[in-house]
């Protein structure tokens, strides 16, 4: 039984993303469904938790527009102490007795982290040097020099002063929400943020609340994602592959020029403006395909 589309994984805390991605599997197996393509749409550290999306079949053929869309974080810094991690997990290796006001840390977001900034990213993290991964060159003791980054940030929504979870009375915390481009580090902002206000700081909560189109309105536990493999109805989870593509316009083709797009060939004579469009045949997706000067040609095609 083919099976496309996406689930939409509230990731708990403690669950890696390839952990997420075998849970799926699992699941689906469990469930009667065989083998099914399963992939993700950005990792989210063991200690983040939010809106993981997770990819079945064609829908796998997107995972690569959903590591570039932007993402929407909630996190709070703690300030006083930094880690070796940049989160709660690690080691402190520097503190400071200076406690910023909250009214500084609205002002320096907004001065000096806002817009495109270069970010270098944390010790732990996936990043590949000479082929392996930084947490696991950092975990056997390496010093670990990775090089900076571009980076947007989109916007900043503040949420409260004050503290999520386990805490420390002694110390001041802030809880602030940020969109963010691809390939931002918040465990990162948070340390540049606290350096920035002249002292230190780590990551005590991570929750990702938005990735591309999806929210957490549309995200569903680990137990509900659980109990596919008992026999609930898969339909009642998986979202259409095409809602992956909600950022885009939609392009309806006739019956012949989706006989033509499935077979790659090129479409002229367009009226639409030049961008990128899904096409689709009545309701089935058909391919991503780009516009130009009144010619569409294939991006990606979906064989659905």
Avoid at 30 to 41: D, L, N, P, R
Avoid at 180 to 191: E, H, M, N, Q
Avoid at 193 to 199: C, E, M, Q, R
Wanted: include cysteine; hydrophobic fraction near 40%; glycine fraction near 12%.
């Amino acid at each position: 039984m083919s099976v496309h589309g996406w689930i939409i994984l509230d990731k708990p805390v403690g669950l890696g993303s390839t952990q997420a991605v075998g849970a799926v599997k699992r699941n689906l197996r469990e469930a009667g469904y065989g083998k099914v393509k399963v992939g993700h749409g950005g990792t989210l550290d063991p200690l983040a938790e939010g809106v993981l999306p997770i990819a079945l079949g064609e829908a796998t053929k997107l995972c690569g527009r959903m590591l570039d869309s932007d993402k929407v974080y909630e996190f709070t810094v703690q300030f006083g102490s930094e880690t070796d991690t940049l989160d709660r997990e690690g080691t402190v290796i520097a503190t400071s007795d200076f406690q910023p006001g909250f009214g500084s840390v609205e002002a320096i977001v907004e001065q000096k982290f806002t817009g495109e900034i270069e970010q270098i990213p944390p010790a732990y993290s996936a990043i590949k040097i000479d082929g392996e991964r930084a947490y696991d060159r950092a975990r056997a003791g390496e010093q670990i020099e990775l090089k900076s980054r571009l980076v947007n940030i989109r916007r900043w929504d503040y949420i409260a002063e004050g503290f999520v979870g386990d805490w420390d009375a002694s110390a001041q915390y802030a809880t602030l929400r940020v969109t963010v481009s691809k390939g931002t580090y918040i465990r990162s902002l948070a340390r540049d943020i606290a350096l920035a206000l002249g002292t230190v700081g780590h990551v005590t909560m991570l929750r990702r609340v938005k990735a591309g189109p999806f929210t957490l309105d549309q995200a569903i536990s680990l137990d509900k994602l659980n109990e596919i493999g008992k026999g609930a109805p898969l339909e009642d989870v998986i979202l259409p592959l095409e809602a992956g593509l909600d950022d885009i316009p939609a392009l309806d083709l006739s019956p012949e020029a989706a006989v033509a797009v499935r077979q790659g060939r090129v479409l002229t004579g367009m009226p639409q403006g030049d961008g990128l469009y899904w096409a689709k045949a009545g309701s089935v997706p058909v391919a991503l395909v780009e516009l130009e000067a009144g010619t569409a040609k294939v991006v990606r095609g979906f064989n659905l």
